[in-house]
């Protein structure tokens, strides 16, 4: 692993990361690439097994697109008759696990002429540096950071709202981190820019940009699950009825400041507190801005409703 920051291809990334905080799907990875695909996490059964999302979608009854999110699949309208509605776990976001970032750096290593030569960018939000080891009956102590004191106070790749730590090496050091810290990098790309992986600490895809055939053979690989985009594909509308479900229970919160939403996969209830401060749900609380010249209070329930729900019914990580 090599630490020393090359501004040339810091530069190219940075160049290319435009888009970043589009609508677009592939707006996280670098534009210009004649094909993307989105790498979706698997979810988890009880067990710990990975389920694929198709799998989702076939046992929910929803339907899967190249641009859905995972709530697309996991939360139908409606439990389907004689079948149980699927009730594992939310995949991982921010990262992907070994056995995809094995498979996916074994490809991308036939896909590039410079294997050997790959940069890394590591998002500096992971607080690897201020992890602390707490033992019982013992004080917390903190945990040697893994980063070099010399690279946290060094050059970064930049965009606006992304701080992206650089290392170099061979494709396999795409794995690094797997051991200690379960983190795949964010931005990986090689020395000729044959392809790209890019991925976020908030999302639960990770996408790749490169050649048509990559792509194609991505998407037919039996290990991942990969679905080919356009650059400027947008993540499909909410549900329909968690339109409903947020509307109705947010006139009842407007009404009589009490709301349960009733779903195929549990219910989700809300109060406003009694001085009105806080939105109340499954022993979490969320403060209200009672100065409503910037939000309304309709708006401000209308996305608090729809968080709890999403992080309630475990459809997020």
Avoid: C
Wanted: hydrophobic content about 40%; cysteine-free.
């Amino acid at each position: 692993m090599n630490w020393i920051f090359d501004p040339n291809e810091a530069a190219w990334m940075e160049n290319r990361l435009k888009n970043f905080w589009s609508r677009a799907l592939a707006g996280i990875a670098p534009s210009g690439f004649p094909a993307y695909g989105r790498l979706l996490h698997p979810a988890r059964a009880d067990d710990g097994q990975p389920v694929r999302w198709s799998a989702v979608a076939q046992q929910n009854g929803t339907d899967l697109s190249p641009s859905s999110d995972f709530l697309h699949v996991a939360l139908p309208e409606k439990s389907l008759s004689g079948r149980p509605v699927w009730t594992g776990h939310a995949p991982r976001i921010g990262t992907l696990e070994s056995p995809l970032a094995e498979r996916l750096t074994e490809l991308l290593k036939a896909h590039t002429t410079t294997p050997s030569h790959v940069s890394f960018g590591l998002w500096d939000g992971l607080g690897w540096d201020r992890t602390m080891r707490v033992s019982p009956g013992h004080a917390s102590e903190p945990v040697p950071d893994p980063i070099p004191q010399d690279v946290r106070g060094g050059p970064r790749i930049r965009i606006p709202g992304r701080d992206y730590l650089y290392y170099s090496g061979p494709v396999e050091e795409a794995l690094a981190w797997m051991p200690t810290q379960h983190q795949t990098p964010h931005l990986w790309w090689p020395k000729d820019r044959a392809w790209a992986v890019a991925g976020d600490a908030d999302l639960p895809w990770t996408i790749i940009a490169g050649s048509q055939d990559l792509i194609d053979q991505l998407a037919q690989d039996p290990v991942l699950e990969v679905l080919a985009i356009a650059e400027d594909a947008r993540l499909d509308s909410q549900p329909r009825w968690l339109d409903a479900w947020i509307a109705q229970a947010v006139q009842d919160l407007m009404a009589s400041r009490e709301a349960t939403v009733d779903t195929p996969l549990g219910s989700v209830s809300f109060r406003i507190s009694g001085d009105g401060q806080w939105l109340e749900s499954g022993g979490g609380r969320t403060g209200l801005h009672t100065d409503h010249r910037r939000k309304s209070l309709e708006e401000q329930l209308t996305s608090y409703v729809r968080g709890h729900i999403i992080s309630g019914l475990r459809l997020y990580d």
